[in-house]
């Protein structure tokens, strides 16, 4: 096998997601546990180190964008194809698996390196869930129904979804250079400092460097195939880290693996696993753990439809569109990351007035009504 | 007499479910009872540290025995 530019982005995506994946495993870096303490507790640690990496990664990947290093603008996320439907549904759809599924991709996958054998069920159940939407009998439902819903925005006289083009397309002003690096530093700014004004995420180091080293990842993979791996006569599409279509991938990747060829999705999938692997054994904290709960089992089923249906319609997970798509400042990355967090404490604040033997549907629309008014939720 | 006003058997669910179920018991409870959780995420030793911090409700006892986590609350 000779050993091809391909490679060489496969196997430094492997080694950034193996410091990924010890990272979130020792920080207990996760975006539901994010959601969860913050509309369960008040508590806003774990929400700062996500919207902490999100500030760091806007940052690096604006900088390696503007300084011609990068074409960050040729990665899914930035297209001209507003996909508002993929982002809007999909996006609750995730948020609502990721809470049954007792996690997101990526925290899915560092509980798997755990030993975690719930996650592991969840994520084969996501992987195939994703491949369907990808390629099979799901995709059938998302090119009838979710696809219709995309936006053509050139059409709008908009030259793309990033924040500067919207901008520049609603009010007329050219969005020149100098607008692009004051709307990328500007979100960059504002999300970092709103990070450091909780001062939960200030007491607690865990969430800084999870923070800040997740950021630094999410800028690694865009160096990796952005710059590293250019190469005219063997490219790779330019991306960075993101979980629901790789992990289908890679699934379908270890069954055909004589007939396919690694990527730097597939690598970022198994370094993950790997990385909070070695963290568990080293730690001592590698355990195995099983369903003990028919419930349980049901919603963990439930969460990885839901999120390998849900992910690739909004074209990533937490992670995905949640800090790699937001570091490109694509609209459709916002909108699908608050509707991931709408659905998610949408789904646990069904949970918790379900515990009153409460109907579905009256639980449903008491908890709109508690996102609605946040003050009702500290009860 | 056991020292605990109330148990609540979590075991075998991941976060969120611990804390939530947690909080509704809790809800139920006088100032001053204790609420005894156990648990088998290992997430939930978090989980737990950062709800009583958070509420005001002392955590007494964050113990493990055998594959379970033990949380005594007193509710604040």
Known sequence: MEFSNLHLVAGLGFLLAVVFGAVANRTNFCTMGAVSDWVNMGLKGRLGAWVLAMGIAIAGAQILELTGLV?????IYRTTSFGLGGYLIGGLLFGIGMTLGGGCGQRT??????????????????AVSAYMTLRGLFAVLRVAAIEPMTIDLQAQGIADQGLASVLAGWTGIEATDTVRWAVGLAVAALLCLWAFSQKALRDNKDNIVAGVV???IIIGGWVT????????????PVEAMSFIAPTGNTLSYLMTYTGSTINFGIAVVLGVIAGSFIYALFSRTFAIETFTDRQDMINHLSGGVLMGFGGVLALGCTVGQGITGISTLALGSFIAAISIIVGSALTMRIQYHRMDEMGLFAALGTGVADLLMPWRMKD | MSNFTKQLDASGLNCPMPILRAKKALKELQAGDILRVIATDPGSVKDFEAFAKQTGNELLESAEEGDSFIYRLKKA
Do not use: A, E, Q, Y
């Open chain 1, 71 to 75: 074409d960050i603008g040729s990665s």
């Open chain 1, 109 to 126: 996958l560092v509980r798997v390196g755990t030993g975690n054998l719930k996650s592991l069920v969840v994520l084969l159940v996501l």
């Open chain 1, 214 to 216: 997740i950021g630094l």
């Open chain 1, 225 to 236: 195939t952005g710059l590293i791996g250019m190469d005219d006569f063997d490219p790779v």
